[in-house]
């Protein structure tokens, strides 16, 4: 086993992911010699002439994708080579600076990609070969899309496109872009103070009123997508889009540098170099743009990373119908949602790939907000690079007295860890920034002042059953609904371990109320199953017991697999993203 090697589920040259069987290169430790023979086998990469050579994919840490070493296909590496000495270590120099993500991409973008380019390549192939059949050329362009990609872009990259740092633009003159639409997308391929020869794809930049101090770069995991030239006294109203990330850059003495990776703008530059006075999350990602001068508090909540992207959910918006949050270790992300919300891709850009990802959700209730936010620090877990990681759990208590506990449940309820008491939202609407980093959670920041530290803890609920045993020893979620007044329900149906199952439900109450217990996605409800004059709610497990795989109303159905609870006291529900457990406990 190859301790502590770990490299990124996509190639390092086309940058597609990997497939399952795929044929591998991993370079080596000293990156002079190179593993070979490997296959892809999902979650690890199994070295095919000696089986107990293993690498595990999940030892990923960085969020960064240079951070380490990068796996290649075989057949990019051969295409590579087939180039001649003098070319070859340039060529691929070439290749990993113009398509290699500055951070890890969404789900939905590494689909969207290879979506794209079989239908551009399928077209091109289709021309080339018009004796082919047509499902004939769309094998060709399914199983050779990488080597078809390397030979269609090479010819953009070339041997005499610049790359490297321009000269100063200056920002008291007239700015100029050029622009070059790669992989069907609009980038910046140049700056400069001089209209280009070229006026078709270039467009003059705007200039604010006063004085440019600041620029505001929209970035995608590719580059430099677009700029805004801005004084930092002046608002900049930019609505939040999936995919792009906003970096402010500080303009000193009048100019900044742009740096080419052969195709497009990859980054901004201050003008000159020296040492410069700047808040220390200057280099930050936003969501959107962000001046250097608002006053932004950041909280700390894992000890072992840097600051990567701040993205943001909308807290005690006055249409706000609930909040999500996806935990997969640790909290991935939370969302607000609106009573108007039709647009649910946000639970695909977390990845449906990954079956331990668990979303939990809380329903708010007319008139409620939330009033407090704390952080618990958990155990701390030992990560492949020797880092300690200390897990925390997120609570977030009302105005009602609710709590909504985002983690897993603590199995020793008289823990000495103290609780940290991190915001206090007022009732007007407000944007808490959470850290978007494909591990999870490292910061979170506030534009509110320190909070007073003189609460009391919040009130977590107790439950009534027991912990759950299991014999894998992973912790579970809890969470609890009233049976009383339900109008209606919405079973959510989804994948655990491979098997569809109901991981959670959606209570409707008759005076307009909604709780949930388990996991709840607005993507994967089913219809809803109104509960009027019925006497239950009845369900179906597996042969282990451990998930439920129908819900339905009405009276007791035959066999043992099949429970009912009567519509009184409430119904417990943990869960984890393996199986869940349910108790039904009779008190009002």
């Avoid at 201050?270 to 001046?291: D, F, N, S």
């Avoid at 579970?476 to 491979?498: K, N, T």
Wanted: proline content about 6%.
């Amino acid at each position: 086993m190859y301790d502590g090697l770990a490299i990124w589920p996509w190639c390092g040259l086309c940058n597609f992911e990997f497939q399952v069987d795929d044929d591998i290169v991993v370079p080596n430790r000293d990156r002079e010699n190179r593993l070979e023979g490997l296959r892809f086998l999902g979650r690890s990469l199994d070295e095919v002439r000696e089986r107990q050579r293993y690498l595990d994919m999940q030892l990923i840490y960085e969020d960064s994708p240079g951070s380490m070493p990068s796996g290649c296909h075989h057949a990019c590496v051969n295409f590579i080579e087939r180039a001649s000495p003098m070319e070859k270590s340039y060529i691929e120099w070439a290749y990993m600076n113009a398509v290699s993500y500055d951070y890890v991409p969404s789900s939905l973008e590494f689909d969207r990609r290879r979506r794209w380019w079989q239908d551009k390549l399928f077209g091109v192939s289709l021309i080339k070969s018009k004796s082919l059949p047509t499902e004939v050329t769309v094998q060709i362009v399914q199983n050779c899309l990488s080597e078809l990609f390397l030979a269609y872009i090479q010819p953009l990259i070339g041997l005499n496109v610049t790359q490297g740092f321009s000269y100063p633009i200056y920002t008291t003159e007239q700015i100029w872009a050029q622009w070059v639409k790669f992989e069907d997308r609009l980038y910046i391929a140049a700056l400069s103070n001089e209209p280009p020869g070229d006026a078709k794809h270039c467009v003059a930049l705007q200039m604010p009123e006063g004085e440019v101090d600041s620029i505001y770069v929209a970035h995608d995991q590719l580059g430099i997508r677009n700029i805004l030239l801005a004084n930092s006294r002046e608002t900049v109203a930019v609505r939040r889009c999936p995919g792009i990330w906003w970096r402010t850059i500080s303009v000193r003495d009048n100019a900044f540098t742009t740096y080419c990776d052969g195709i497009k703008l990859r980054r901004l530059n201050h003008g000159k170099l020296g040492p410069m006075r700047e808040p220390y999350y200057a280099g930050v990602l936003w969501a959107t743009p962000q001046p250097l001068a608002t006053p932004i508090r950041f909280h700390k909540v894992s000890p072992c990373r840097e600051i990567s992207r701040m993205n943001f959910f909308e807290c005690n918006r006055s249409d706000t119908r609930a909040y999500s949050a996806c935990w997969d270790g640790e909290i991935i992300t939370i969302h607000t949602h609106s009573r108007a919300e039709k647009d649910l891709d946000f639970y695909r850009r977390r990845s449906d790939r990954d079956f331990w990802q668990v979303w939990l959700y809380m329903p708010v209730d007319q008139g409620e907000h939330i009033t407090e936010i704390w952080k618990r620090p958990e155990k701390d877990q030992l990560l492949w690079s020797g880092h300690k990681e200390q897990k925390f759990t997120l609570v977030m208590k009302t105005n009602n007295g609710r709590v909504w506990v985002i983690g897993e449940h603590w199995r020793n309820r008289r823990s000495k860890k103290s609780w940290v008491l991190v915001d206090q939202p007022t009732q007007v609407s407000s944007r808490i920034f959470i850290e978007e980093c494909y591990l999870g959670m490292g910061y979170m920041a506030f534009e509110s002042p320190e909070p007073l530290h003189n609460q009391p803890n919040p009130p977590i609920p107790i439950p009534r059953s027991p912990y759950p045993i299991c014999s894998q020893g992973h912790d579970y979620f809890y969470s609890s609904a009233p049976l009383i007044d339900v109008a209606m329900i919405y079973p959510c149906r989804y994948q655990l371990e491979h098997t569809s199952a109901i991981v959670g439900l959606l209570l409707c109450y008759h005076d307009g109320r909604e709780r949930s217990v388990g996991q709840v996605r607005l993507d994967s409800l089913e219809h809803a199953i109104c509960v009027e004059a019925t006497t239950q709610l009845v369900y179906r497990l597996s042969p282990d017991k451990a998930k439920v795989l129908e819900v339905r109303v009405g009276e007791e159905f035959e066999g043992d697999e099949w429970i009912g609870i009567p519509w009184v006291g409430s119904l417990e529900w943990w869960h984890s993203a393996r199986d869940s457990r349910l108790y039904h406990d009779e008190s009002p």
